[in-house]
């Protein structure tokens, strides 16, 4: 849809704005139908789930065959402590062991692995064309699409942590849930339909309220979030893009998108994408779908390691210092320009967002004052009326 | 960072010009009293908008001590219930932790309560003292993955238990004395206890009103199976309560809810009413309470009785979305409560915004760290400070390579001759190729700022992977058990999130 909107439209949309408005305070939802702008040409999305995106392929019967994996789960932490240090073996000090494994997860390096690591194959993978080539190392994604590059797979799609139903994907749901001021919301402004539009602007913050609830144990499209413009200004990120089918994209890619991921918030952890691009489906309740670009390698790494220690990692068994040399050796994207290395790696991760409308700091409710005395309202009158 | 950018020289000393004005006319005031002065609400969104962030970080940081500088409780002590004590021992109010159970010689008295860990208890029940004169030789296994039974590190100079928490040994014709009471320990001697806890000095404190074995601080000192400094009750009401934050001995309610004072009442009268009842609580006491200490009941309206704490009514916030939240002291006039301030950092240390709240940062607003470390024996000794083996602080801060660990987590130097002015932050000279203490006069030793009698420190980096602009806070929790265990953690003045606010002890994870 073109900017030149004529004036019915704009007068039809604006019909619409209002009854779906009031469609909205009655339903729940902020507006009716997705092919008319939404109320005050702006929309916001709340993010309910995110994960790094791992595919894993299903038989007919939707039982998991792990084909992705045909060496299996890598072994994590313990397992590879106990393998280099069998129980009954000789007396094990600290400095050798322990310490050394840790100095190993904190300061790792791409040095060739002691242990057998475990890549994701196969050809098909969730995520996008990031280069706009079809490469022998691209995937296929499960809808028929080539050229995918999402060379993070490879690193985590055999790990068990990062799949669906492990410990870690389950609590960080779990967490991102049940806490405040740790979810990534994207407002669109200036959009005319959710259907096709060729230039909306993208803003991220992130969010401080918690989610809504519905009676059912999803979340209610409709609820309100406010911005937190005083702690999280590393998370707004401005960019333009299109609505094309229903799906927005970005146009063109943000040029880096930091999102919080927390667990019980003391860790304050973000993540970290370049070039990072929107695939996602867009209705009025909802936001699905990808948001793929580079992943930072130290970021990526960091982030898990200081949410989850090793004790906690070990439940879903990450090797985490074979998991950085692969994250090393699989680095697609943003060579450093000093030593050339690979400082990203292809991903995507798996957005499921609900509506919300966003609440900006000067549309907030202000917290209520005392009472201004008559003077004060007399005073504060007197300057209003001078301007 | 988005929104942000560098301050030009202009801004920079026409803040520090306009600063030194308001100095010079007020003369020599505190940090709390001159954030007093300077901070209210509406300049800060002022100062954010016209000038930048990084004033506005600036102007939050002072802000926070505004606060907490209300009421001019700069200059007051915390109060406690007196009791009384066995001969020679005595109540000592110390800086950051308020009045400590101490011995004649000024030492504070610390005790061991018993935790569950992931794979066993350790600490004390009351009555059972167990911290004896044995060296605790091999992990524990408390804590997977790693198994027990490995030789913990410098085992040949490791301290014992008792060595590190000597007893507080009774002598044979000692008699218990209201709460204090007298405990068999299993070797065979006498020792004090307080409310059926057996007590214990701390080989860290050299001078009274020292408190460096432990804090009730969330994050400080030991972990795991921490001690805890022990003290007299507070003397609050009993529907009241204090915890030890970074900026003071903070009031909250017993359920450790935050309360209030407003800058628009009088002494013992609210003058909160109509709409301002709908965003503050006022704090009623019982028909039958009475005034006690500090704290005085006033009728607010007829048989409605409020407390007030100094003269000033106590409100809750209903804002606040969590226990010992600071969040109601962002509205002009409003303060959070406290029974006295904490000492405040030494010059040139800054504060700014992070993701995860105000935090401490260094003359060029890096973030300040601390480093926390318990170990996986039995006794559950701190590896937190220089005396300790380092070896675990080396893992985790340059792969066992000191060299790598100065340059990633470089240590605060502090100017010759600094002082702090408190017994909280100080110096000390430091081996960097040791980590162990040093005399000044040893070649390549630093002198570097201390906060608890700890090194502290800043967070350069790995890769590119650091701290970098102001709001960076990449080293938080960077180490075992999110740096619990074995690791760093920021030196956060006012955390955001839930249930951490302050600074607060909050048992999540172990």
């Known amino acids: 849809m073109k900017k030149e909107q004529s004036a019915l439209v704009r007068s039809l949309s604006a019909s619409c704005m209002v009854s779906g408005l009031a469609l909205g305070l009655l339903g729940g939802t902020a507006f009716g139908a997705a092919d008319v702008a939404p109320p005050g040409r702006s929309i916001g999305y709340v993010v309910t789930n995110i994960q790094w995106a791992v595919y894993q392929a299903k038989d007919a019967q939707g039982k998991e065959t792990k084909a992705e994996c045909p060496n299996g789960i890598n072994d994590g932490a313990r397992e590879q402590f106990a393998t280099l240090f069998p129980p009954g073996g000789k007396k094990l000090k600290m400095a050798e062991t322990q310490i050394a494994r840790e100095a190993e997860i904190w300061w790792p390096t791409p040095a060739a692995d002691q242990f057998d690591f475990h890549e994701a194959s196969g050809p098909t993978s969730y995520g996008l064309d990031l280069d706009g080539k079809v490469k022998s190392t691209d995937f296929t994604s499960p809808d028929g699409k080539p050229g995918v590059d999402n060379q993070l797979f490879r690193a985590i799609g055999c790990i068990l942590n990062h799949r669906e139903g492990s410990s870690l994907v389950l609590f960080e749901r779990n967490f991102h849930w049940s806490n405040n001021i740790n979810r990534l919301l994207i407002e669109l402004t200036d959009v005319d339909s959710l259907v096709n539009d ?45 609505i094309v089918n229903g799906v927005l994209v970005t146009t063109p890619p943000l040029d880096e998108l930091v999102w919080p991921q927390q667990v019980v918030h003391n860790e304050a952890t973000t ?110 009158t007197s300057n209003a009326t001078a301007k | 960072m988005n929104g942000s950018r560098t301050l030009g020289n202009d801004e920079v000393f026409g803040y520090a010009r306009h600063a ?204 795991n199976v921490q001690r805890y400094p022990m003290r007299p009750a507070p003397n609050v009401p009993p529907q009241f309560s204090v915890q030890t934050t970074m900026l003071g001995r903070l009031v909250v309610l017993h359920d450790d809810w935050s309360v209030y004072t407003f800058d628009g009442d009088g002494r013992n009268k609210s003058n909160c009413e109509g709409a301002c009842l709908d965003g503050w609580a006022p704090v009623l006491s019982a028909a039958s309470a009475r005034s006690v200490g500090e704290w005085s009941v006033f009728e607010r309206t007829p048989g409605v009785k409020q407390w007030a704490f100094r003269g000033k009514p106590i409100y809750r916030h209903m804002g606040d979305s969590k226990i010992a939240a600071l969040d109601g002291s962002d509205t002009p006039r409003w303060h959070n409560v406290y029974t006295q301030m904490a000492p405040e950092p030494p010059q040139g240390f800054t504060m700014k915004k992070t993701l995860m709240g105000l935090v401490l940062g260094d003359a060029n607003q890096k973030t300040v760290y601390q480093y ?139």
């Open chain 2, 372 to 510: 926390v470390c318990g170990d996986d024996a039995i006794d559950q000794l701190a590896c937190d400070h220089p005396d300790a083996p380092q070896a675990y602080r080396f893992a985790v801060c340059g792969g066992g390579d000191p060299d790598k660990c100065i340059k990633a987590f470089p240590y605060l130097i502090a100017p010759v001759g600094a002082k702090s002015g408190n017994q909280v932050w100080g110096t000390m000279y430091i081996d960097p190729k040791t980590g162990k203490r040093a005399t000044a006069d040893k070649p390549g030793a630093l002198n570097v700022w201390t906060f608890r009698a700890r090194p502290v420190y800043t967070f350069a980096g790995y890769k590119g992977y650091g701290d970098r602009k102001p709001s960076d806070i990449n080293a938080q929790s960077w180490g075992e058990f999110n740096g619990e265990r074995n690791g760093y953690i920021a030196l956060v003045y006012r955390d955001i999130f839930e249930n951490f606010d302050a600074g607060i002890q909050v048992d999540l994870i172990n």
């Open chain 1, 271 to 380: 993540y970290l994408m370049r070039g990072a691009r929107f695939d996602l489906k867009l209705t009025p309740e909802k936001a699905v779908g990808f948001i793929a670009g580079y992943a930072d390698v130290e970021s990526f790494y960091r982030s898990i390691n200081r949410r989850w220690s090793t004790h906690q990692i070990s439940y879903g068994k990450t090797p985490s210092a074979s998991l950085y040399k692969a994250l090393r050796r699989l680095a697609d994207g943003y060579p450093d320009q000093e030593t050339g290395e690979n400082t990203g790696i292809s991903a995507a991760i798996d957005v499921k967002m609900t509506q919300v409308r966003i609440l900006h700091p000067e549309k907030e409710i202000s917290v209520i004052e005392p009472a201004p005395s008559a003077k004060q309202t007399a005073e504060s």
């Open chain 1, 198 to 242: 060729d230039d909306v602007t993208i803003t991220t913050y992130r969010g401080r309220d918690m989610l809504v609830w519905d009676a059912a144990g999803g979340f209610q499209a409709g609820g309100s979030q406010r911005i937190d413009t005083e702690w999280g200004q590393d998370f707004i990120h401005h960019g333009k893009g299109k």
């Open chain 2, 20 to 223: 030194a004005a308001i100095t010079k006319v007020t003369g020599r005031f505190s940090f709390q009293q001159r954030a007093a002065i300077f901070v209210r609400r509406r300049v800060m969104r002022i100062l954010r908008n016209v000038l930048s962030i990084s004033i506005g970080t600036i102007v939050a940081a002072i802000g926070v001590y505004a606060y907490a500088a209300s009421g001019s409780t700069a200059s007051f002590k915390e109060d406690y219930i007196r009791e009384p004590l066995p001969p020679g021992f005595q109540v000592i109010v110390t800086e950051l932790e308020g009045p400590i159970f101490a011995d004649a010689q000024g030492k504070s008295f610390y005790y061991w309560p018993k935790k569950q860990l992931r794979n066993g208890d350790a600490g004390e029940v009351q009555g059972k003292p167990t911290c004896g004169f044995d060296v605790a030789r091999e992990t524990a296994g408390f804590l997977s993955p790693y198994p027990p039974g490995i030789e913990l590190p410098e085992v040949d100079t490791r301290p014992s238990c008792a060595a590190a928490w000597p007893p507080v040994f009774a002598s044979d014709d000692a008699k218990p004395v209201g709460k204090w009471t007298i405990v068999d320990r299993l070797d065979g001697r006498k020792q004090w206890a307080y409310d059926g806890w057996s007590l214990y000095t701390s080989f860290l404190d050299k001078k009274p009103g020292d408190v460096y074995g432990a804090s009730q601080l969330f994050h400080h000192g030991e972990t």
